[in-house]
């Protein structure tokens, strides 16, 4: 069992940057890969990015590959989303989610742990 919790979300101007954290619970980790998707309103929920459990292997959905970047720290049980050059069409609640698997997958139905969800508003 794992508890998420996201931070860092807001309103930013089109172009600018914000970085999302997640904090996990649990001793265990660095055997989880995980992952971050998104939700617009009136939308489904989408995949934005994925680390395996050593954070050498990541995944990006093709509308924010070059602009974000995944990272995790296992030492401190949190994964980053660093978002750069944001657009208004990247305006969505943020989730992060966990899968208890050494092996990063891009399907919202593979995670079985889920936070609570972050806000992100980019004005243009």
């Known amino acids: 069992q794992v508890q998420l919790v996201e931070s860092g979300g807001g309103q ?5 940057s914000l970085r999302l954290s997640c904090a ?11 992952g971050w998707f998104r939700q617009a309103p009136g939308k489904g929920r ?35 989303l660093q978002m750069n050059s944001l657009k208004p069409e990247d305006t969505a609640v943020y989730y992060c ?16 742990y889920w936070g609570q969800g972050t806000q992100v508003t980019v004005s243009s």
């Open 46 to 80: 989408e995949f934005v990015a994925a680390l395996n459990w050593s954070g050498g292997i990541s995944f990006y959905a093709n509308s924010v590959k070059g602009r974000f970047i995944i990272s995790r720290d296992n030492a401190k049980n949190t994964v980053y």
């Open 97 to 112: 989610a966990a899968r208890p698997s050494i092996v990063a997958v891009t399907g919202v139905n593979e995670y079985d």
């Open 12 to 16: 930013v101007q089109a172009g600018g």
């Open 24 to 34: 996990a619970s649990g001793r265990t980790f660095s055997s989880y890969a995980m």
